[in-house]
Structures are given as C-alpha cells and as structure tokens.
C-alpha cells in the first residue's frame, strides 16, 4: 500500500462567500492615504514631544546633581566629616590623623579648631576618631559621618588564628551595626605594608579579596603608608560624590564643636540653658521648631545666633578674623516667636468625663447625695458567712429572725464604708496582672513592679542572685521554645479568677475583636491619627513651606550657635562630659514628633547578642539620631489578619514587630535595640505608628484522656472544679491530633469533664483549649536615658 499516511483536508471554500466579506481586512488607496498622513504627523509630534521631555528630564538630573555638588562641596558648605574606624584594635588611628591633617592644614591654620581646610585640595574636613570598643560612640560618630573610612592594617594578620582575617569581632559587630544605620560613603585604607613591592602588592591583593565581601561595591581601597598615597585619596574625596542614608537628608542637625551653659535667673531653679555651637547640615533649621539631643530628650529654642565661619575656605578672608579677637563674630540673631513655637507637648491630658455617656443633673447629684448618706446610717446585721451580694436577696422583713436567731458574737456588722473589704481583698488579688509572680506560679511570664526595679538595679543584688535570675530567664526561654503558650492551671486558684481576662476565639484570623475595648490608663495619655498617612503628607508639607521662610530659619552650611532652653542642670553636665568622647547632635524635630504614642518597629535579633531578650524588657533605642528608653512586647508579622500573637521572647533569626510607648516618629528609620549593658541586642527599622494595632497574648490549658468511647471522652487535669468547666463550657477544644471538639458537661468534683469531639481520640493525645487576651507595652520609668543616674 503505497502513499502518504497523513490526513489531507480539503481547502476553505471562497467562491461561496461574499466579496464584501472577501475584502473586508482591506482598506482603501484613500483611507490608506489619509491614515498614513495623519498618523505621521502623530507620530512625528509625539516623537518630538517625547524627545523634548527625555532632555528637560536630563536636563533636571543634572542640575540636581550639581547643586547637591555644590552644596556638599562648595565654599559653602559644611566642613566634611571623615570618620577612621580600625577594623582590629592594633590600628594606630593617631597616625593616620596625623598624617591626614598636615596635607590639609596650611601654614598660618590653627590645629585647636577641629576642622581642617585645604586652599589646595579646596576641602575643609573634619577627622573623627572612632575608640575601639566603645560602641555607643562608634554608632554616633558613624551617623554623622560623610566619609566612614575602615582602617585596615597587616599587623592584624597575626591576631586571630585564621590568617586572612582583617576583622576582629568588635569590628564586625560595628559593622553589621553600620549597615543598619544605612553606610554613607566608604572607603578602606591600608596600612602597614611592607617596602617589597611584591610582597607589598600580594598583600594588597589578599586585603582586598578579604575585605571586599563586607562593602558595597563602589568602595575604593587605598595603601595609605605614604603621603602620596594620601594625597591621592584626598584628592579622589574631593572629587567624589558622596551618598548618605535617606533619613539623615530629611531633617535638620548639628554636631556640636562647642557644648557650653549658661544660668537662666528667670528660669525654673534646676534649670539652664544649653548652648552648642556647630555647623548646620542637610537642611535649614527654624528657630520655631523643637530639637532633640541624643540621649537628653526634646527642647524649644530660644534663639539661634548666625557666626561668621571660623574655617574659611580661603585664607586670605579668613585673616582679618585670626587678627582679631578670640571670639566668633555674631553676624545675624534669630528670637524664637511664641505664637509660632512648636509646643513642647509630650503627653496628652485625659479628660476623666471621657467615658460619660449622660451629664447628671442637679436633681441626679441630690438623690445620689441622699441614697449614701442613708446608706452609711443604716447597717444590716448578718449572719456569719453570708455575703453583701447574697444579702442583697434578703427581705427587709426577715433580717429580724437572722438577728434573733443568731448570738451576737456569731453576726457581724457590715458597715458601707467598708463594705465587703475581705471580700474586696481577694477580688483585688485576683485583679492583679494574670502574669504577676505574686500567684508563684511556674508559668508566670511577667514580674511585678517590685521585681522589675530589682532587675533592673542591678548594684542592690548579689552576684548569686543575678546568676539565678539569668538561669531562671533562661529556663523560660528554653521552655518557651518547647513548649509555646502552654500554662499549667493553678490548683489552689480558681481559673475563672485566674484567666478572667481571657476569652476564646472561634477563628483567629476572622473573628472581631474591638481595638478599643477595655484600655488600659496610658492609652489616654497617648496620642492617635486619625489618618497617619495624610497627617505625614501634611506635616512635610508644612515643614517645607516653614524652611522656606528666610527671616525665621539658618540656612544649611552656616556656623551658628543653638540656644536651648530648660535644660536640666545635671543633664547639661553630662552632655559636657560626653562631648570628649562622642559627638553631641542636635536634630530638628517636625510637627508631632515629641508627643508619644505606639510605634512598632520590625526587629530582628543581633547575632552576636546571646542572652534571652524577654518581653517588656527595658531596652535603649536608636531611632535615627533619636535614642529612648522603653519597653517592648513582641508579635508576629500576620498578614491577612487583623489580630496578632504576642510572643515572651524575641526569638533569633526571623524578624518580630516590636510594639512600645515612644515618641512619634514619620519617615522609615533604622533602628537598634540595646540592652543595660551598651551591646546591640537588636537591628530592624520603623514600621508603623498605630495604637489600634491588636496584640492578643494566647495560652493553652492541657488536659489528659481517662476514659474513651468513640467520640467522647472524660478530660481530667484541664480544671480542678466543676465551677470552671461551666465557666469555660462554651470554649472549642481541641487535640494535639487534630481532633476538634466541645464540653459537654463536668464529671465529679475534682474538675473532670465529658467531652465530644469529631473523631476517635486518642490515649496518648492531649486535649487542648486556647485562650486569648490583648496585650500591652509597657511604660519606662524614665523616656531618656540620661535623665537617670547612668551615663
């Protein structure tokens, strides 16, 4: 059988169609002619018009880029700030200083200004040495830094036991650090190369490889043993277009050359005035606008007096001022206006008639005024053992026979002045938080206020107690992992007591839950945006158009002197001694910004940082250039829900939502958690300001199978009273196993109880019931850490 196996099919049939479905897809010689026409002069408009609008756009980069040029590099801006941090403890930082300042200073410069200025490279800068080991002072220097310059040296080679290692451990806990804070412009310089220019060139080569993992890409390595080889680097500074992180460039700051007082008579007695002298940097400071001191807390101004620059870029103008007088020149003085301040507002004034649903008339005041004092003059003599609510179902009749039947020694008097008090009394211990230590219970995931003072002044305890007290977070850690939200049920407190504030959740994901039901008491000092977003559109606005005012703002680059008011005494003190060893920065604050509220911030356990971090521990935060004190709880990231689950512990290698009472803050900022002790606890950066935000603290009550029949079972150890099991009969029950089910009933008296369930459970399983309530920060007993006794 020859031929092709393939199927053949018949061709499409035209002769039966019309020819004016035939020719339907072609167009006419004049339609062509008038569409072709037409869209040419469309297109060719729209090219032009698209080419005109690529060049203004090219046209707007480039003039952006030369203005930040200028403003970072001209005669007119501030001197730069170049910050040398060794990378191992045996960098000699003095050396590279030294060597940096002689090519900058000139002949006729003062050294006692600290900053250099160069006619030659037409460079002013500022040196800044990083101590090695003091990580406070590190962070400081590196948020003010235009240049962070990592100095490396080949005699590190020899320090640790792996030999291609630049980096101590110290360094790269600074580093990881740096990198949260956002890296401005970096660089490496290596030194102590030796003279073989092989050796010298392999060793180069080695560093570089080493290093270069731990940088951005565009950091350049330089030799720095030799003067030419500085030069060289300065001279690429010069040129270099530097990069800083985003929230350094929206506000405002000062890093104080001079940290100075004054005495204020008309002010309050323990008060002065602080005085920082500096250059101001990013934008244009108002002398309307509030300012933080890292560490001090928020202060107004009072003026703000404009210096004729100390350090000018050319000599020659520079030469009538090192003539004259030792004083700076006062060119302009600004006087803060009080219409216009900024309010120093912290914290909200509750209003105690808030919750008033009807305001009570004169007639209401009267008969309240009547009912009590006949109430306190009347008393009802009861029996032993009967309460106040019971007595309440006594008729008035038959409180004769109670008192004729009972002996006067075996009633007792219930007065309404003191109505109930032993009853009172246990209520109130039952009122306490459910987590206190005061219940010693094995589970208690929260100490009291007396405990709290006591960990955290940390002098009044031996070593042996603070041994035990880390073993026994330790063990809450380590039991937090294994077993999570499990709690055993007390057996000498009744549970509807203990775990009153609970209630069960049929869905967690979908089941209401009221953000403003039942508040605590630092709610109505907090403050809530209605509409966050807009109110921060609104308030960079706002800023905007205030920097723009030349008669009541500092332009960015100018000398000035900052004058600010109501400045504790003793911190002022403090900040002068911090001067000589950290920077002290000033940071303008936006509208809003010092008055509290809740922040949550995303955060992730530092990897160096191996001590249990437990919730509503008292941590220090670096908010940008804000620092604050406060307590965290912590909670999981739930997307698609409204509601979230608190966490006891800060748990390594994922990330948390942080949520504490804190100053307002707008933008994204990075931020650190420290503990007590100056070590980075955690890294992460600001998420939200949302008081609303649900936090639901989840416990699970376990019981054990006694007795199984198909679908139901008797449950035993869950609850040790009937009581309780009707108290929570209502709540869904669950399995280990995946079964599901409800409580029928109780059995006995020791707190058994039937249940039924959708499937055959287990022996071996264990019978669950889960239990929420919202959670709240806590407060700090102080916002700055600088207002306490510590440094």
């Known amino acids: 059988m020859g031929g092709s196996r393939h199927q053949l099919n018949k061709s499409h049939k035209t002769r039966f169609t019309s020819k004016s479905s035939r020719n339907v897809h072609k167009v006419s010689s004049q339609d062509k002619l008038k569409v072709s026409k037409s869209d040419g002069g469309i297109a060719k408009g729209a090219k032009a018009a698209r080419l005109q609008r690529n060049k203004m756009m090219r046209e707007q980069k480039r003039a952006a880029i030369l203005k930040e040029k200028w403003a970072l590099s001209g005669p007119t801006s501030p001197p730069r700030v170049i910050v040398l941090f060794g990378l191992s403890a045996c960098v000699n930082l003095n050396v590279v200083e030294e060597d940096i300042l002689s090519l900058l200073s000139e002949d006729g410069r003062t050294t006692t200004f600290p900053a250099a200025a160069s006619s030659e490279y037409k460079l002013r800068a500022t040196v800044l040495k990083a101590p090695h080991g003091d990580l406070v002072a590190c962070m400081e220097m590196a948020k003010v830094a235009d240049l962070l310059a990592f100095v490396a040296s080949q005699n590190s080679l020899h320090e640790a036991d792996d030999t291609v290692s630049f980096i101590n451990s110290f360094g790269s806990q600074c580093l990881s650090v740096f990198r949260t804070l956002g890296l401005p412009s970096t660089t490496v310089l290596i030194r102590d190369l030796p003279e073989d220019l092989k050796r010298r060139h392999e060793l180069k080569k080695m560093c570089m490889s080493v290093l270069a993992p731990e940088f951005p890409e565009d950091c350049k390595f330089y030799p720095a043993d030799k003067k030419d ?37 008309t002010s309050i007695s323990g008060k002065c005035t602080l005085v920082l002298t500096g250059y101001i940097r990013a934008h244009s400071l108002s002398v309307n606008q509030l300012v933080h001191i890292a560490g001090a807390g928020d202060f107004p101004l009072s003026k703000i007096e404009l210096l004729r620059d100390p350090c000018p870029l050319n000599l020659r103008k520079g030469a009538d001022l090192m003539d004259s007088e030792n004083d700076t020149q006062v060119v302009s003085c600004l006087t803060a206006d009080p219409m216009k301040q900024e309010p120093l507002v912290v914290e909200n004034t509750p209003d105690i008639f808030a919750g008033e649903q009807t305001w009570p008339t004169d007639a209401d005041y009267a008969e309240a005024e009547k009912n009590r004092k006949e109430k306190k003059m009347k008393k009802k003599r009861l029996p032993k053992g009967i309460s106040e609510y019971q007595a309440a179902w006594i008729v008035d009749d038959s409180d004769a026979d109670y008192s004729d039947s009972e002996g006067e020694d075996d009633g007792m008097v219930v007065d309404d002045g003191e109505d109930g008090f032993h009853d009172q009394k246990l209520q109130n211990d039952f009122e306490f938080d459910d987590d206190q230590a005061s219940l010693n219970l094995r589970n208690s995931d929260e100490e009291t206020e007396t405990e709290s003072v006591m960990m955290m002044d940390g002098d009044d305890l031996t070593n042996e107690q603070i041994a035990e007290q880390i073993r026994k977070i330790k063990e809450e850690h380590a039991e937090d992992e294994e077993f999570p939200d499990e709690v055993d049920t007390p057996i000498d407190v009744p549970a509807r007591k203990r775990f009153a504030k609970y209630r069960g959740v049929k869905s967690f994901r979908t089941s209401t839950w009221d953000p403003k039901e039942s508040l605590p008491s630092e709610y109505s000092r907090i403050f809530k945006f209605v509409n966050f977003t807009q109110t921060q559109k609104h308030v960079l606005a706002k800023a905007l158009d205030m920097l723009q005012e030349a008669d009541e703002c500092i332009p960015a680059g100018s000398y000035a002197r900052l004058y600010i008011k109501d400045v504790s005494a003793g911190i002022a003190s403090k900040l002068c001694s911090l001067s ?92 650190q958690g420290e503990d ?19 936090i639901l603290k989840k416990i699970i009550l376990t019981g054990y199978p006694q007795r199984v029949s198909k679908t139901k079972a008797t449950v035993r150890y869950m609850f040790h009273n009937p009581e309780d099991v009707r108290w929570f009969k209502p709540v869904e029950v669950w399995s280990k196993c995946g079964r599901r089910g409800r409580i029928r009933e109780p059995v006995g008296t020791h707190g058994a109880m039937k249940c039924i369930l959708n499937g055959v459970l287990q022996q071996h399983d264990t019978v669950c019931m889960s239990l929420f309530k919202r959670s709240y920060p806590k407060c700090p007993q102080q916002w700055f850490h600088l207002n306490s006794g510590s440094d």
């Open 676 to 694: 007590t002790y100056p070590a980075v606890a955690a890294v992460g950066s600001l998420r939200s300001v949302d008081p609303d935000r649900i």
């Open 229 to 265: 080889e500085l030069h060289k680097f300065i001279w690429l500074f010069k040129e270099q277009r530097l990069t800083a992180p985003h929230w350094r460039n929206q506000r405002s700051y000062l890093m104080a050359q001079k940290v100075e007082t004054e005495a204020d008579d």
């Open 580 to 671: 000589k060893r950290l920077p002290i920065i000033a940071s303008g604050l936006l509208q809003h910004e010092s008055k509290i509220s809740v922040l949550h911030f995303s955060i992730k356990k530092h990897d160096s940082y191996e001590a249990p971090i437990k919730a509503k521990e008292e941590l220090l935060f670096h908010v940008g250039f804000r620092q604050f004190t406060s307590r965290p709880i912590f909670s999981s990231d739930s997307i698609n829900a409204s509601k979230h689950k608190m966490e006891r512990f800060l748990h390594p290698g994922r990330f948390s939502v942080a949520s504490i009472y804190a100053p307002i803050c707008f933008h994204s900022l990075p931020s």
